[in-house]
């Protein structure tokens, strides 16, 4: 066994490992604060985001390396923490200093729940320890103010909106703008003008993600956003049958011809689970998302079952993942959600910046 000492402490940490970047914790600048008092060890372990998937596992690893190969060890104190790692981009920085991660969440048709998943994956991200804010860029259908239960409207200071707060999620929607019996009727140009807006003329303030929920399709808003500003990637949200992953995959097409890497493909209502019984019925067909996952080469964040409390979450204004935060339904979308903070420090760790692109793909014939 080897002495205790901070050179060998750092030497079998060294065997720890991250799954998702490759490499070891000691390497990745993990460990901060090691110190050694008497046959006591600790050290903070500060990992890329709060939701990392595998942070209880890095802890459990790293006392067990260092009891396991260091002599005399009494107690391992280990604190986890998270520092963002932020996707560095001077368009980005121009326009929102504060954002460090901008995620889109997209479909390429209505109806497959891509609004929820967006609002539950901000809410669960919040709940980790994250700030986030979330962006409801549907002018023309706006959801956000429903599936919060927010009903105020956003005040103004040094000439900019503040966006409303509600599950520790910072928010803007045009519906907390207009009067909800009203209906949006504008032309392309001033639907994209409104999510320009909601981009510079809204104090976001420091923020580790600010989230994008955007109108199903592959249209005006979207790339506006695209072509606005650097996106750190993108979340396509799917149904298991055809028509959707057909739709699904147009989208992804889109983000590949703007340069937004996909960090994933999301399978909503993948299956019910009967509350009686708990048999799993795959009534939008199985698999679907993940096999289309697998052929256009990027990951699969996971799958989201069907049920009615995910729904009456929505319409009550109380996300699941708030209202119900021990219930299967709520850990599938913390998942989910875990999976895509660590697709996006996998991309701002480990990839090269990304070139820019200042065309319009619309105008071409």
Known sequence: MLKLTEE??????????????HRDIVTLGFVKGLKIEGANVSFKLQLTTPACPVRDQFKVDCERVIR???????????????????HANSRKEAILPG?????????????????????????????????VGLVDTDVYGPSAPLMFGINDRPKMSNQKLLPLEKFGVKIMSIGFLVDPMQAVIWRGPMA???????M????????????????PGTGDIQLTLVQTIP?????????????????ARKGLVMFTKVNVPVLGIVENMSYYLCTN??????????????????ELGVPYLGEIPLNSA?????????????????????????????KTAAQISIQNVASPPLPKVEILIGSQN
Do not use: M
């Not at 996106?231 to 739709?247: E, K, S």
């Open 8 to 21: 060998n402490i750092l030497k079998v940490l060294r065997q720890v490992r991250d799954p998702d970047l």
């Open 68 to 86: 396991k190969e260091i002599e005399g060890v009494q107690k391992v104190d280990i604190e986890l923490t998270s520092n963002v790692v932020s």
């Open 99 to 131: 954002v460090r991660n901008t995620l889109a969440v997209a479909s390429g048709k209505g109806g497959v729940g891509k609004s929820t998943v967006a609002v539950n994956l901000a809410v669960s991200l919040a709940l980790e320890g994250a700030r």
């Open 192 to 198: 994209s003008g409104a999510v320009k807006q909601f």
């Open 200 to 215: 510079s003329d809204v104090d976001w303030g420091e923020l580790d993600y600010l989230v994008f929920d955007l109108p």
């Open 231 to 247: 996106l750190t990637g993108a979340v396509i949200v799917t149904t298991p049958q055809d028509v959707a992953l057909a739709d």
């Open 277 to 294: 019984c708990g048999h799993r019925e795959h009534i939008f067909d199985n698999g679907g998302g993940k096999r289309t996952a697998e």
């Open 310 to 338: 995910i729904r009456i979450g929505g319409d009550k204004g109380v996300p699941i993942v708030a209202g119900e935060p021990d219930s299967v339904y709520a850990d599938a979308i913390r998942n989910v959600a875990r």
